[in-house]
Structures are given as structure tokens and as C-alpha cells.
């Protein structure tokens, strides 16, 4: 489906796989789109969904698209999800809620109501991406997580919450202000976190909690990044 603009309160739904290239799809009471297959959004939006907004057992793939302000959660899936240069944010629901591996590019989760990115089967991966301002954890999986240039920042529970027994790597990345009351940026139940080149609040101290093993390499720091504003870009006088 290309070029059109949908408002209906009536799902787009399809027992096959969907496509959209450049399409708008908005105030559906329902979820927005559900698929018995894949879902491909390209230079698209979906919004104001009453209930989910992505609901597929298929992969997900985001590549300059939107998914916002649903009823629950923005996208959910028994498989993987894929965003490219693409936001989801303001869901009254998990951001990102998904059965296997979730990978961000330049992309962004943000302000949804619940946990930015929860994974039961797979691995987290962010490349120049944001995970902020989400009310639970930012992140939450039982498999690995890889960040690269990626800020979790500004969650209202832990900013990194791993469950699984698995080898995560962070570098050059910042976790900082996760946490409103214990200020706990990383949960680690079991595993190894690698981190080098990063800035972890409270790394040496309270930042860090679990029964997992945390490995500081090379350049890391805590150290008020000072942020420009709560999404996480930095000022002029950030150390990162």
C-alpha cells in the first residue's frame, strides 16, 4: 500500500504480509494494523491507535516511520523488530514488546508508558540510538544487550535490566539519570556486562545491582554528561 492516508476506526488487517510506503494511518479504536504475516512501514505513520499499534507475529521493519500514541503498546510481536531512522514514543504501553531479537539504528523509543523495550527471547541491540523517558525500565530482556553509540536515559526504573545468562557489551555509550528512586542504571540478575568507553552513573557504586558480573574496560566514566535537554542529545560542555 503506497500514498494514502487512512482515519477509520476499523483495524487495517490482513492474514497475509503488509507493506507501506508513504502512508499515514490514524485514530483506529482498535489496533492499527494487525497481520497474520510481516509488516513493512517505509516513510509512514501510525497513530492514535486505540489499542496496539503494530500487532504481528511476522518480523517488524521500520525504516522512517512512526508508531505513536496508541492505547498499549506501540508495536508488539512474537518475532523481530527492526527501526531505521524511526520512532516509537507516547504509547500507553510497552514501546517495543517482542519475542526475539530488537534492533535499533539512529533511531529512538521514547515516552511510552511502560517499559521502552521488553524482549522475552532475544537480544537488544542499539546502533546511535535513544531509549529515554519511558515510565518502567528502559530496556528489559532476558538475552543479551548490545549498545554502540546509544544513550538510555531518563527511565523511571532501571535504565538496562537483564534477566538471562548471556555476554552483553556496552561502548561508547551513556546510562545515566534511570532510576528516579535508587538511581540503579543497570540490573544484571545473571551474566557478564563488558563496558568500555562509556558513561555509567554510579558505576563504582550504586549505579550497578544483581548478582551478574560487571567488567569496566578502557574509558569509562561517571561523569554528568550534561545533556542539552531529557532526550539525551549533548551540549557543547559534555565530557562525552
Known sequence: MDN???STPRSIFSTGDL??????IAGS???GVTSDGVVILTNSLIS????IGI???GTITLTNSEVSNSGSAGIFTESTVTLTSSQVFNNSGNGIDANDDVTLTASQVWGNIGHGISVSGGDVMLYQSFVNNNTSNGITTNHAVVLDNAVVAYNGNHGINITGNNFSIIENSIIWHN???DHQQISLSNGIVNTTYS???GLSSFGTTGDGQFVWGAGCIESNPVFNDSSGTLSANSPC
Do not use: L, M, R, W
Open 55 to 57: 500487532n504481528a507475529p
Open 29 to 31: 479504536e482498535y489496533d
Open 48 to 51: 492514535n491507535s486505540g489499542e
Open 19 to 24: 507493506s507501506f510506503d508513504n502512508c499515514t
Open 4 to 6: 494514502v492516508k487512512i
Open 199 to 201: 558513561n555509567v552513573q
Open 179 to 181: 532510576d528516579n528512586s
